[in-house]
Each structure stands twice: as structure tokens, then as C-alpha cells.
């Protein structure tokens, strides 16, 4: 999932990025509209993170959405 997917794909993976970081505000997603830049820098403001470890949390929440989407859409073709 790159950038253009995250933003593409911004209305549905809202909800889940607040779930998972909830000290992000309405606004700071908002700001970020799927800009995975600045939703880096709001997660490492927000947490008091590195620059790196806000990626590396980033990295792995799209590698998670990518393959839980795959895995959807694999089991609807099924169907």
C-alpha cells in the first residue's frame, strides 16, 4: 500500500489509524488526509517518538491494512 493507496483509500482507513494511535485528534486526521508524512510527524508529536519509530509503527500499520485487505477481498473472490 503506497501513498496514493493510503489516500485513496482514507475513508476506510480513518477509523482504523485512530484505533490505533487514539491520541490522534478528528483535526490531526483532518490535516493528515492520508498524507502518510504528516501523519508520521502527528504520530511522533502526539507519542514523543523518533522520527524512525513513528515509520516503523506507520510501516508496519500499512503492511497489516495491506494484508488484511488482500485477505478480504481473496475471500470474497471465493465466494
Do not use: C, P
Not at 17 to 26: E, I, P
Not at 50 to 77: G, N
Request: charged share 35%.
Amino acid at each position: 500500500m503506497n501513498q496514493d493507496t493510503i489516500e485513496g483509500n482514507w475513508k476506510q482507513l480513518k477509523g482504523q489509524v485512530q484505533a490505533r494511535w487514539g491520541k490522534l485528534t478528528d483535526d490531526d486526521l483532518t490535516v493528515a488526509a492520508g498524507n502518510t508524512e504528516i501523519l508520521r510527524g502527528k504520530i511522533q508529536e502526539r507519542y514523543g517518538l523518533a522520527k524512525e519509530e513513528a515509520q516503523k509503527q506507520l510501516d508496519e500499520f500499512v503492511k497489516h491494512s495491506r494484508h488484511e485487505a488482500e485477505r478480504h477481498h481473496t475471500t470474497a473472490e471465493r465466494r
